[in-house]
């Protein structure tokens, strides 16, 4: 099973990823240049699909709250 690379800031919850987050060198978000996440920041298990918005081991949100900047 692999893992899905997303943007925590400027993926939308129950969306496809952007493609270019898939490439396999890409480490950082092309748009704002966050670090893409491959797993839940809460309990580690790996995010397999993105049209759920929950960590289905913690029921974490994968997208964090945004700051304000």
């Known amino acids: 099973v692999s893992a899905v690379k997303f ?5 939308t919850p129950g969306t496809a990823a952007d493609p270019l987050w898939g490439q396999v060198r890409a480490k950082f978000c092309y748009l704002c240049g966050m670090q893409l996440q491959t797993s839940c920041t809460h309990c580690g298990e790996l995010v397999v699909s993105l049209k759920y918005k929950f960590c289905p081991m913690c029921g974490q949100p994968y997208k964090q709250k ?3 900047r």
Do not use: E, I, V
Request: include cysteine; glycine fraction near 0%.
């Open 66 to 68: 945004s700051q304000n």
């Open 7 to 11: 943007c925590p800031h400027c993926w």
